[in-house]
């Protein structure tokens, strides 16, 4: 008898992650300058540390919560979706989840069924990707419009639609692209949901990171998708909580039920210690959150001299949000294997990046650089990029 494993064909026909493989390359190697990593470098403030440790001392972090997370948390979720994201929101439509990312998967498989097609403005996170593939999904990738930053294409997205479309899920700000797609982008968006009675998921991790004048537009807003938007926030982003996992997620309240029942089996309920320092962001003062744009705006600037620098290998969009840019790679190796492309360039010259082709196919040709890093990161890793690419 063959003693090999046998893994299920869902997982078994999912490569392996491309950002990750990244991550793990890069600490094998001394003293790497990371442009890779989509986690704020900065420490998360400290009054909302102080929070965590009082409910430690006040052994109220021990048990589980009820599934949908601390009342009192939901309450101010609530608050903040009114007033932040302009969605008439209740405490019961709201669940605390483990991070943005599990109420995205959560949302997945309550929304689909094996089989179903749910279409990806891509490139997008690889994540969304896989959360489709694992609920025995079929994600089909539609390119945004590169030449017009990165913008949606709605009358692809139109093409793109079949019977067996159930849903769209997107990111905006975009991770990997920055894009902060328009309000009027969006609203054709709800429309075609509406038209074909479609679920639109979002994640909406970069909500506050918006520069240039761009404003970030919830589509959940609207009030006719109040049955047709599921929307997953997160403060790990928000509040350099990365490591706390802790986010929410928003929907009508015959959604909130059926989400539970897959909520429930992945996580029972988000870290409760998190909740608690989740309460404290959002009580506390927000002069954290503009103190973090002005500081991702300073280094957006920075990124792109440098880029400007290099433009005989490089070509990029200027990113409007997040902390993420999509630069497109010039050199002939690069544009057709930009996994090779990278794992050299952390090899020889000591600098982390991300794939493009880790977002989807339409990734291909592309790196993801991030510039939540310090500015002594940024310039160490673009001084040894020059010496490396010339």
Partial sequence: M??????SERINRISKSAIHEMTRLSKEIEDVAFLSWAKPTSGTPQHIKDAAIDAIQSDLTG???????????????????????????NPAQVIVTVGAIEGLAAAVMAVIDPGDEVILPTPTYSTHIRQVDIASGKPVLVPLIEEEDFRLDIDAIKKAITPRTRA???????????????EDELR???????????????????????????????IASIP????????????????????????????DEEWIPQIS????????????????????AL????????????????????MCERLDGLSSFFEYKKPGGSYLMFPKI?????????????????????????????????????????????????????????????
């Fill in 224 to 251: 006719e998708m109040r049955k047709n938007a599921i929307s997953c926030f997160t403060f790990t982003k928000t509040y350099a909580m990365t490591g706390w996992r802790v986010g929410y997620l928003h929907a």
């Fill in 2 to 7: 063959s003693n090999l494993i046998r893994v």
């Fill in 261 to 280: 029942k897959a909520h429930i089996p992945f996580a029972i309920c988000a870290p409760v210690v998190s909740q608690y320092a989740a309460l404290a």
């Fill in 283 to 302: 009580k506390g003062s927000q002069d954290c959150v503009s103190d973090y744009r002005e500081k991702y705006l300073h280094a957006r600037n920075l």
């Fill in 188 to 218: 054709q968006l709800a429309a075609i949901a509406l038209e074909h009675n479609l679920v639109v998921i979002t994640d909406e991790a970069y909500e506050y990171f918006v520069f240039d004048g761009h404003k970030h537009f919830s």
């Fill in 330 to 390: 010039l050199t002939d190796e690069g544009s057709h294997d930009s996994a090779s492309f990278c794992k050299k360039m952390l090899k020889e010259a000591k600098v982390s990046t991300t794939p493009g082709v880790a977002f989807g196919s339409t990734g291909e040709g592309h790196l993801r650089l991030s510039f939540c890093v310090p500015d002594e990161m940024i310039n160490t890793a673009f001084d040894r990029m020059e010496k490396y690419l010339r």
């Fill in 63 to 89: 048990g589980y919560t009820e599934s949908s997370g601390l009342k009192a948390l939901r309450d101010e979720i609530a608050l903040k979706l009114k007033r932040d994201n302009n969605i008439d929101a």
């Fill in 168 to 182: 769209i899920l997107y990111c905006s700000p975009s991770n990997p692209t920055g894009t902060v797609f328009s």
